[in-house]
């Protein structure tokens, strides 16, 4: 009786533990009561935003759980904090919080609502150029986090040079504002932001070419994106400055990988687009293409033997005259 007993408790505990564990093996998650569960996601609009500009941001919620969350009105711009590159917090302005009657009261499973919010106006000294970490956190809710950057603000109107910092020389680039907006505009961004600062020039073509710009540092790299082919019919020559794609762009160009050549490529001519050209430094591009290059592991093909690194690629404007000024960061 004693052992009937006992297999009987058993029984009785084994339907529910064998249910779990089928569940489990089929990929069925179990049942739980675990209530309302607000999620919090923040997101930004792009890589970056421009000194002047408004600098959004979207915060979203988001009832995960398996019961209604009751809202108990929540005040979206104070969950908000900001820290500048140095860690250092953000003062507020003084502005009256924002109306919370167009926040829903109650939200079911699976559903959201959310809000775009400026924080150069919320945050008056997010407005200045530098890299900037934003938090949002409220009553039960962990932190959540984003980063962000400002940078200096493309104007169209105006001609930029690029000065290009190596071992070797700087090397001075103009570019072709009419015939490639986007490439420039593209390569100008990428460099406010410090993209290319200790990046290498990967690869060279003897007595040809010099090609550099990945962030990995073979063919392979980019920004996140790609740029689509500007057709301008110049030609590669002497000096050009293009853009080239790498083996995972299909028709469009790297987002940042380019190349400077030294001697004329017509078989690259109508193939890549040619942004900008070198005003200074083309014998420092040449003195880059003909180095020693390792042909194999452990380094890529073609690559120097000795790393050239690009210490620092700034922005400058050109104004009327031929002078130059250092674009303010």
Known sequence: MIALSRRRKRARLLPPIAVALAGALLGVPARSEQGPKLYVDLETPG???????????????????????????????????????????LEKAKVPPSPRDGQPKFLEPNSYFGKIVDLAAVFPRMSGIGTYRVTWSGPSVPEQTVVTKVIKKFD??????????????????????????????????????????????????????????????DENGSPGYNVPQERNGLKVLPGSVAQVRNHLTGPDESGSIFMIAVAPQPDMDGRVTVFGRVVEGLETVKAIANLATVPGPPRAPSRPIK???MRKVEIREKVAGGEKKAAKS
């Open 156 to 217: 169209r109107s105006k001609d930029y040079q690029a000065v290009i910092d190596t071992e070797f020389g700087k090397i001075v680039i103009e570019f072709n504002k009419d015939l490639a907006p986007l490439h420039v505009q593209n390569f100008v961004d990428l460099a406010n932001q410090n993209f290319y600062n200790g990046l290498l020039f990967h690869r060279v073509i003897k007595g040809e070419v010099a090609i550099g710009g990945s962030p990995t540092g």
């Open 47 to 89: 890589r970056f935003s421009y000194s002047g500009d408004p600098a959004r941001v979207t915060v979203l919620f988001k009832n995960e759980g398996d019961a209604a969350w009751t809202n108990p009105g929540l005040d979206i711009e104070g969950g908000f904090q900001v820290y500048d590159g140095d860690g250092k917090k």
């Open 307 to 309: 790393d050239v690194v």
